[in-house]
C-alpha cells in the first residue's frame, strides 16, 4: 500500500483555520500517524467549494436560508500546504489560503512503535496575517489566533483497508465576538483499494466550538466521501465531496474538494 500523504481543505475556511495545519495525512480530511520522509517536502495546492441552501437551528432542525428555492449561499477557498520531514518521526508544516490571510503552523511526532496500530501526537498554531479586522481587546468572530492540540490512531487491518482516527482540542487566545473561546474537532476515514491504486475513502468529521451561551454553541457533523488517485510515482490526486447531515447554530451545505499532493527529494 502506497504510503505518499496528503490532506485536503474542506468546507468552510473558518473551520480548517480552527485545526492542526500543516500536516499530512493518509486520506481526506483525517490526519494519518506517518510522517513525511527526512528531508523531504509535500507541496500541496487545493481547492474546495460548498453550497447552502438550509441551515441548522438552535434545536438542530434544518431550517430553509432564503424564501425561494432559486437562491443559494456559496463558499469556496483555495490553499496550500508545505510539510517538511526534519527527523525520522517528526514532520514540521505551514498551510495557508492563497490571498494570505491567515497562517497555519503544523507539529506531528509519530510514536516509534511498529505494527498494523501506530499512534501519533500533533500540535498547532494558527494566527491571522491580514485581509480583515482585528480587535485586540474585543476580536471579531473567527479574527483571534488559536493554540490546538490533540492525537491521531491510524490502524491498517489489511493490505487494502485501512482507518485512522483523529480528535483535536482548540483554544481561541481571545473570546470573539460571538462568544467563542474553545472547540473539538474528531473525524475518521476509512479506504479501501477496491481497484489497484486507486483508494475509496468514506470519512466522518464533527466539529464543536462553545458559546459563553449554552444555547448558542455550535456543532457540525459531516458525511465525507472520496477517492484518492495514486498511480503517479511522486504525486496523488484526491477527489471528495462532503455533505452535512446533522448539525446546530450553521449551515447545511453539499462540498466538493480536490486536492494534488507532490512529494520532492
Known amino acids: 500500500m502506497k504510503r505518499i500523504l496528503f490532506i485536503v481543505l ?9 485545526q492542526v495545519g500543516g500536516i ?39 431550517q430553509a ?16 500546504r508545505f510539510t517538511y520531514g526534519i527527523f525520522k518521526n517528526l514532520e514540521v508544516g505551514v498551510s495557508l489560503p492563497t490571498d494570505i490571510s491567515t497562517l497555519s503552523f503544523g507539529l506531528k511526532y509519530r510514536l516509534p512503535v511498529e505494527g498494523k496500530l501506530t499512534f501519533a501526537f500533533i500540535s498547532g498554531y494558527n494566527t491571522i496575517i491580514g ?30 483497508i485501512s482507518c485512522d482516527f483523529n480528535a483535536q482540542f482548540i483554544k481561541h487566545n481571545l473570546t470573539t ?16 483499494y477496491l481497484v489497484e491504486n486507486v483508494d475509496f475513502i468514506i470519512g466522518l468529521n464533527y466539529n464543536y466550538r ?17 477517492i484518492a488517485i495514486e498511480k503517479a510515482k511522486n504525486f ?4 471528495n465531496a462532503p455533505i452535512d447531515f446533522s448539525g446546530k447554530n450553521d449551515y447545511q451545505s453539499y462540498g ?10
Open 177 to 192: 465576538s460571538e462568544g467563542h473561546n474553545q472547540g473539538a474537532y474528531i473525524s475518521s476515514d476509512i479506504g479501501y
Open 210 to 226: 462553545d458559546n459563553i451561551i449554552s444555547a448558542n454553541s455550535f456543532h457540525l457533523l459531516s458525511l465525507n466521501p472520496g
Open 24 to 62: 499530512s495525512a493518509s486520506k481526506l480530511a483525517t490526519p494519518s500517524s506517518g510522517v513525511v520522509p527526512k528531508n523531504m517536502i509535500e507541496f500541496e495546492p487545493s481547492f474546495s467549494f460548498s453550497s447552502a441552501k438550509n441551515s441548522f437551528d438552535l434545536s438542530g432542525k434544518k
Open 236 to 239: 496523488i490526486l484526491i477527489l
Open 131 to 160: 485581509n480583515g479586522i482585528y480587535v485586540k481587546r474585543n476580536a471579531v468572530h473567527e479574527s483571534t489566533s488559536t493554540m490546538v492540540a490533540g492525537f491521531v490512531l491510524s490502524y491498517e487491518i489489511s493490505e487494502k
Open 256 to 265: 466538493f474538494g480536490l486536492a494534488l499532493t507532490i512529494l520532492l527529494d
Open 65 to 80: 436560508l432564503f424564501l425561494t428555492e432559486d437562491s443559494t449561499m456559496l463558499f469556496s477557498s483555495t490553499g496550500v
Open 10 to 18: 474542506l468546507m468552510f475556511s473558518s473551520e480548517v483555520y480552527s
